[in-house]
């Protein structure tokens, strides 16, 4: 991504991020407009005096969490902020005010960060309370009289969801610059947008039944470690993709009060379809009795109760979250790709040989990334023997922000022709470090002899849009015209970026008389959950004439994520471009010598079929309508967006110019592939 970035991209995926960050920052009643004197000892033994103190010095006191994601990118800027006021009277000091932190885990965070200013461990919240202090990171700017001039943020770099590149407001240096040029500080309270500070209620030891004596006080082992170890533990596990570990006791205990915030929000567990609509087999779901057992318990303060109750739990995380330890790991490279600390970084390709000497037929597939605080997306494709393009053709697998790898049924798997190339396709965001990458992916090969079903990826598309400046709902229409009849579908993923609003695929039948099905309805769409809606059951295609979508995009400034409401948008890589796509996966039955190399159609009398010369000359007489100067069949090459020219080579003879029958030639090169790699 260039100016703005997806949360996602350190390891937690967005799974980790919204988890510990809550949508807003509710301020104190009365909060302090001054701080009295107090003292305390640093981590490393450092005592701390904190008083009015001589004219001129600032005193910055920022409270910062382990585990928080906005405090590990920001910890790093506090360190050279405090570097550069270190001689201009403005002195440093942090607090961890987080029970569930250690000292020995915040001191390793010191190291980690090479933090050089004092810490200081406040796991009763002394000076969390003492400040009225709400969440990490929190920073309070004190003159030398104690008084606060500023209170909030660090700058307006990183929100909830999204990260620019570069802060358009550094309100935290502003204040600091004003103060010390004797100015009142422009904007002194900002919105802290971070982790709760997990303060503990006071243990109620008496109030253990309700006026019935039916009712017990939840506690952690038997009430609320079943909970949490079902619907947390698959990504809040060690070694998983959740920035912390729900399993321990003391961890649960800390996070309590975020979980309480987090879960009243809507925003865990993580899911965005319409329930109205399809069931799917990856759902889900906090019943509300369940989200009440553990207010309920946080209200209580946080009981453990008889440790002996307590579930299993979860296990470890292992490197790879598959059925079974890859068959094959393939690297993008042996050479670590260079990351730098800022900037944009185009789509970079990686054509890696596997060394396929027979077809193999893959059952499940995961992409790990070597570093997953900057890869944002890392696409995997299949280049068959013959294929020119280094962009590669057939879809393999995808890691993408809050997707967990799926393994097929029994029979089903996604075949890769002998001698195919892959085609790491990587998407990196900076992070303000430099940083080194080599991606991963892991397959897991299945057995020809049980194999009955073949599977491909098949994709709707609009690239043709423009998104108008300040527009809160503009919708964008796409549609799957070359449909499988003999096949079925076994899952969805569409995709948008930052102003994605909402998406909704309806399923038209040959019998005009029956009304269009919806298959998918997602209000709500969230670029950092880019789910694959996996189907409880597959949906036969048979009978299905196409499949329509309808993707609405907020380009308004109400939309806290948008990056430019005053900007025209069109389809590009970037996260400040949109795209308006969706993923299907189909699979359709095969026969015994199709597995063993000969051509995979469909079985009975209607096989695959893609190319339809009257869909491409609908497509073309759209786009030229759309892109041609008036009563013109050319359309000059600076007329398209820059993304269209620059993702489609349409010029076939590099005139400058695109023709009709070089549109129909593209259009029907895209069809082509597409039959060749079901007939494959």
């Known amino acids: 991504m260039g100016r703005v970035q997806l949360f996602a991209t350190s390891g937690w995926s967005f799974v980790s991020f919204i988890a510990c960050v809550g949508l807003g920052f509710a301020a104190t009643p009365q909060e302090p407009s001054s701080i009295a004197p107090f003292a305390a000892t640093a981590t490393d033994g450092t005592k701390i005096s904190v008083d009015q103190g001589s004219a001129g010095e600032l005193t910055v006191v920022c409270f910062l969490g382990n585990d928080c994601p906005l405090v590990k990118w920001y910890a790093s800027r506090l360190q050279s902020m405090s570097e550069k006021y270190a001689d201009r009277s403005v002195k440093f000091l942090a607090v961890n005010s987080n029970h569930q932190d250690t000292p020995e885990e915040i001191a390793a965070f010191v ?124 990504c809040h596990r060690p070694n998983d993709i959740g920035p912390f570990s729900l399993i321990d006791y003391d961890e649960v205990k800390g996070w309590g009060a975020m979980m309480v915030e987090v879960i009243d929000q809507g925003l865990m567990p993580p899911w965005h379809a319409n329930p109205e609509y399809g069931k799917f087999s990856n759902h889900r779901e906090l019943p509300e009795s369940d989200k009440q057992l553990i207010r309920d318990w946080v209200a209580a303060g946080a009981p453990l109760g008889d440790p002996s109750k307590l579930p299993p739990a979860p296990e470890s995380a292992g490197e790879w979250l598959l059925p079974k330890a890859p068959d094959l790991i393939v690297a993008m490279g042996s050479t670590p790709f260079e990351v730098p600390a800022q900037g944009t970084v185009d789509y970079k390709y990686f054509v890696v040989d596997p060394g396929l000497t027979e077809d193999r037929w893959v059952k499940g597939a995961q992409i790990i990334p070597g570093n997953r605080s900057v890869v944002h997306h890392s696409i995997v494709f299949i280049k068959p023997p013959g294929e020119e393009s280094d962009s590669g053709q057939g879809w393999l697998s995808a890691y993408v922000p809050g997707q967990r790898p799926l393994t097929y049924a029994p029979g089903y798997a996604r075949r890769i022709p002998a001698g195919s190339k892959f085609v790491f396709q990587q998407h990196y965001t900076t992070n303000g470090k430099p940083a080194e990458d080599i991606t991963r992916i892991g397959l897991v090969f299945a057995d020809p002899a049980e194999i009955t079903h073949a599977v491909d990826t098949l994709v709707a598309l609009n690239q043709t849009f423009e998104i108008p400046p300040h527009h809160p709902n503009h919708q964008v229409e796409g549609s799957l015209k070359q449909v499988p009849q003999q096949a079925m579908m076994l899952g969805l993923s569409p995709h948008m970026h930052y102003r994605g609003k909402s998406f909704q695929l309806k399923a038209f039948r040959n019998d005009a008389t029956e009304p269009a099905q919806v298959i998918l309805d997602v209000p709500r769409y969230d670029f950092n959950w880019q789910h694959v809606y996996a189907f409880s059951e597959p949906l036969l295609l048979e009978g299905i004439s196409r499949i329509d979508f309808v993707a609405a995009f907020d380009n308004s400034a109400d939309n806290p994520a948008n990056p430019d409401p005053s900007r025209t948008v069109t389809w590009g890589d970037q996260s400040w471009e949109e795209m308006a796509i969706v993923y299907f996966d189909v699979a359709w039955r095969i026969r015994p010598d199709q597995v063993s190399g000969q051509p995979a159609t469909a079985t009975d009398s209607t096989e695959l079929q893609f190319h339809d010369d009257v869909a491409i000359e609908e497509l073309v007489t759209k786009f030229f309508a759309k892109f041609a100067p008036p009563n013109s069949d050319r359309i000059p090459k600076q007329a398209l967006p820059e993304a269209i020219r620059r993702f489609a080579g349409l010029d076939d003879d590099n005139d400058g110019e695109i023709s009709r029958d070089e549109l129909r030639n593209a259009f029907r090169k895209r069809a082509e592939r597409q039959q060749r790699r079901a007939d494959r």
Request: proline fraction near 6%.
């Open 111 to 234: 190291r980690e960060h090479s933090l050089r200013f004092p810490m200081i461990a406040d796991s009763e919240h002394r000076l969390a309370n003492h400040f009225q202090a709400e969440r990490t990171p929190e920073i309070f700017v004190l003159d030398q009289d104690l008084a606060v001039r500023y209170r909030g943020r660090v700058d307006d770099q990183y929100q909830p969801g999204v990260a620019r590149s570069e802060a358009q407001r550094r309100d935290l240096e502003l204040a600091i610059e004003q103060l010390l040029a004797g100015q009142p500080v422009e904007v002194s309270r900002t919105a802290a947008l971070g982790c709760l500070i997990g303060r503990v209620a006071k243990l109620n030891t008496a109030a253990t039944n309700d006026a019935t004596g039916e009712n017990p006080t939840p506690t952690f082992a038997e009430h609320v470690a079943p909970v949490v170890y079902q619907h947390c533990g698959e």
